[in-house]
């Protein structure tokens, strides 16, 4: 008896102790997944062990369905007509001269060719249509193309893929595009068309930081027309200000396919990375916040920390600002209709920075100021390490889409949310009333500018 009650007692402790080990490896589980539940990712890129950035890993992360986005096909140039020669990649880079870019883009937007609408039909009103303003950074957005094609109900999607730079290569990589319907349009003022005068580099134009009583003694062009700074327009920074109002404006009122359009308008830029459920995101944003509350949505975020065990489904409802909330943006037609009323507050306004043009039409031109509802989980990242703003040494490296990709791949679990969960932001202080950052001070750009409006 003595033995068996021994017996008992030794299986009560065993089964005791079972439980806690079992307690405690649970614990660790728990433990573990809360904290790679907590992603940092900042807007420069240190050189992460855990990331590989080789092209071999980047691949190994896209479906094989999808690898013909990102490899440059060779071009058969005999049949072109046109002077060129073949590049270091083996292919044909073919030479234009302006004549022919500006026929070809004069062809482009007369004819509004929406490539693909045989297989997915018409445009439907509750359908995204996706604006990607592009220059010439073939390699960013092969990347986007490819996000963009594993997004969910990416199907009843419209892109418009709006160039200011002409190039066969990107020409083809767009036309290549099968799972949506696409459309081509090229800003007809671009630096590339016009190299020589305005709005591009006139020889007779100031240098940007001669002096203006150096200025009015030369005679150059826009002599009395400095910025606020005292420099002299430069083409080059001009052009994406231009090029972003030209493009709001064709898309809403002169596209035949969108003209009529009321749903809603995401824009990207061709260094711009999406996450498989942004449409899903946009419409549970959009039914959540009314026009009268919200009337832009913002995908994107420039905060270096985030965690999609808890944001995946938080949005936030906060006055919208030019430096947080201009990455991944959407808003419809209504609101559009009130931007376009302050015109002259974006045209004129010294700063050639379109978001920043649109910051002040919300503080000083409409009734009901710009009001964001942002997702706290972004689904839109900046994958781009060159452009106007930056320069570095290696403009080729892929770094940051590895770490975009490895982001997305540990927040797949919280992605496509059944529901938001919607807050206000604390307002800590009013936001004042900012001058400009310059480089919009010639008169000429105001005059363009206003010419490409249409309302």
Same mark, same amino acid.
């Given at each position: 008896?003595?033995?068996?009650?021994?017996?008992?007692?030794?299986?009560?402790?065993?089964?005791?102790?079972?439980?806690?080990?079992?307690?405690?490896?649970?614990?660790?589980?728990?433990?573990?997944?809360?904290?790679?539940?907590?992603?940092?990712?900042?807007?420069?890129?240190?050189?992460?062990?855990?990331?590989?950035?080789?092209?071999?890993?980047?691949?190994?992360?896209?479906?094989?369905?999808?690898?013909?986005?990102?490899?440059?096909?060779?071009?058969?140039?005999?049949?072109?007509?046109?002077?060129?020669?073949?590049?270091?990649?083996?292919?044909?880079?073919?030479?234009?001269?302006?004549?022919?870019?500006?026929?070809?883009?004069?062809?482009?937007?007369?004819?509004?060719?929406?490539?693909?609408?045989?297989?997915?039909?018409?445009?439907?009103?509750?359908?995204?249509?996706?604006?990607?303003?592009?220059?010439?950074?073939?390699?960013?957005?092969?990347?986007?193309?490819?996000?963009?094609?594993? @997004?969910? $109900?990416?199907?009843?999607? #419209?892109?418009?893929? /709006?160039?200011?730079?002409? &190039?066969?290569?990107? %020409?083809? =990589?767009?036309?290549?595009?099968?799972?949506?319907?696409?459309?081509?349009?090229?800003?007809?003022?671009?630096?590339?068309?016009?190299?020589?005068?305005?709005?591009?580099?006139?020889?007779?134009?100031?240098?940007?930081?001669?002096?203006?009583?150096?200025?009015?003694?030369?005679?150059?062009?826009?002599?009395?027309?400095?910025?606020?700074?005292?420099?002299?327009?430069?083409?080059?920074?001009?052009?994406?200000?231009?090029?972003?109002?030209?493009?709001?404006?064709?898309?809403?009122?002169?596209?035949?396919?969108?003209?009529?359009?009321?749903?809603?308008?995401?824009?990207?830029?061709?260094?711009?990375?999406? @996450?498989? $459920?942004?449409?899903?995101? #946009?419409?549970?944003? /959009?039914?959540?916040?009314? &026009?009268?509350?919200? %009337?832009? =949505?913002?995908?994107?975020?420039?905060?270096?920390?985030?965690?999609?065990?808890?944001?995946?489904?938080?949005?936030?409802?906060?006055?919208?600002?030019?430096?947080?909330?201009?990455?991944?943006?959407?808003?419809?037609?209504?609101?559009?209709?009130?931007?376009?009323?302050?015109?002259?507050?974006?045209?004129?306004?010294?700063?050639?920075?379109?978001?920043?043009?649109?910051?002040?039409?919300?503080?000083?031109?409409?009734?009901?100021?710009?009001?964001?509802?942002?997702?706290?989980?972004?689904?839109?990242?900046?994958?781009?390490?060159?452009?106007?703003?930056?320069?570095?040494?290696?403009?080729?490296?892929? @770094?940051?889409?590895?770490?975009?990709?490895?982001?997305?791949? /540990?927040?797949?679990?919280?992605?496509?949310?059944?529901?938001?969960?919607?807050?206000?932001?604390?307002?800590?202080?009013?936001?004042?009333?900012?001058?400009?950052?310059?480089?919009?001070?010639?008169?000429?750009?105001?005059?363009?500018?206003?010419?490409?409006?249409?309302?």
């Amino acid at each position: 008896m003595m033995s068996t009650g021994r017996s008992q007692v030794w299986r009560r402790r065993s089964g005791s102790t079972l439980w806690l080990r079992g307690g405690i490896i649970i614990f660790i589980i728990i433990f573990i997944w809360v904290q790679i539940s907590f992603i940092d990712f900042g807007a420069s890129v240190p050189p992460y062990p855990d990331y590989n950035d080789s092209q071999a890993a980047i691949l190994s992360m896209v479906p094989v369905v999808l690898h013909k986005f990102l490899a440059p096909k060779p071009k058969n140039g005999t049949n072109l007509g046109l002077n060129g020669s073949y590049n270091n990649l083996g292919y044909f880079k073919a030479t234009f001269n302006i004549s022919d870019i500006k026929r070809s883009i004069a062809q482009y937007n007369l004819q509004q060719t929406v490539y693909n609408e045989d297989l997915f039909g018409p445009l439907q009103n509750d359908s995204i249509v996706i604006v990607i303003q592009i220059h010439d950074r073939i390699t960013y957005l092969r990347h986007l193309i490819v996000s963009l094609a594993q @997004a969910r $109900d990416i199907s009843q999607a #419209l892109i418009v893929f /709006s160039h200011d730079y002409y &190039d066969e290569e990107i %020409n083809t =990589l767009v036309q290549s595009v099968d799972f949506c319907k696409v459309i081509q349009i090229f800003y007809p003022f671009s630096i590339q068309t016009h190299p020589n005068e305005f709005p591009g580099e006139d020889p007779g134009d100031c240098p940007r930081d001669i002096k203006k009583d150096k200025a009015l003694q030369l005679k150059c062009n826009n002599a009395l027309y400095s910025d606020l700074y005292g420099h002299y327009r430069e083409a080059k920074f001009t052009q994406t200000k231009h090029h972003w109002w030209w493009k709001v404006n064709r898309v809403f009122n002169q596209l035949d396919v969108t003209r009529n359009h009321s749903g809603l308008v995401l824009f990207l830029e061709e260094d711009h990375y999406v @996450a498989e $459920d942004f449409i899903h995101i #946009l419409r549970l944003m /959009s039914k959540t916040c009314s &026009d009268k509350i919200c %009337n832009i =949505l913002s995908l994107g975020t420039y905060l270096k920390t985030y965690n999609y065990y808890g944001d995946s489904k938080k949005v936030e409802i906060t006055p919208w600002i030019s430096s947080k909330h201009n990455m991944g943006m959407a808003f419809n037609r209504t609101t559009w209709n009130e931007v376009v009323k302050c015109a002259a507050f974006f045209c004129k306004y010294d700063d050639y920075n379109w978001d920043w043009s649109l910051q002040h039409i919300s503080q000083n031109c409409l009734k009901q100021k710009l009001q964001a509802m942002v997702a706290k989980g972004p689904r839109v990242f900046h994958i781009g390490e060159c452009g106007v703003h930056h320069k570095k040494d290696n403009c080729g490296s892929t @770094a940051v889409i590895s770490k975009v990709q490895q982001v997305l791949r /540990s927040a797949k679990r919280y992605l496509f949310p059944e529901y938001l969960i919607s807050s206000y932001a604390a307002i800590l202080k009013k936001n004042k009333l900012r001058k400009g950052n310059g480089g919009w001070g010639d008169h000429r750009d105001h005059k363009l500018c206003m010419s490409m409006t249409i309302t």
